[in-house]
């Protein structure tokens, strides 16, 4: 566990908005414990990567749009998952 701190505290020091490095961060978190902590790195995460599509053209748009929403999924997930685990939304809220 040490050694996957110390790799993500580094990459996060080279980019700190790495999402996969971020999401790695709150993994650790929660498998350390520290789910409270956790779950509010994640919703974090989830928040920037929530902003929406700009530009004129349509086509383009709808491209943005997708990688957003693609972004957003594995942190969703994992949200929904831990919220259900520690008790703090039951299933059919997060669904």
């Known amino acids: 566990l040490e050694a996957a701190r110390s790799a993500l505290v580094q990459a996060l020091s080279v980019d700190p908005k790495c999402v996969s490095a971020q999401i790695e961060h ?3 978190l929660y498998i350390q414990g520290q789910r409270q902590m956790a779950i509010m790195e994640i919703e974090q995460v989830i928040k920037q990567a929530g902003g929406g599509a700009g530009g004129s ?3 383009q748009s709808l ?3 997708f990688l957003k929403r693609k972004e957003r999924a594995r942190p969703e ?3 929904g998952q ?3 685990e520690t008790g703090q939304k039951p299933f059919e809220g997060i669904k």
């Open 57 to 59: 053209d349509a086509k």
């Open 63 to 65: 491209s943005l749009d």
């Open 26 to 28: 709150a993994r650790l």
């Open 77 to 79: 997930l994992l949200l």
């Open 82 to 84: 831990w919220l259900h």
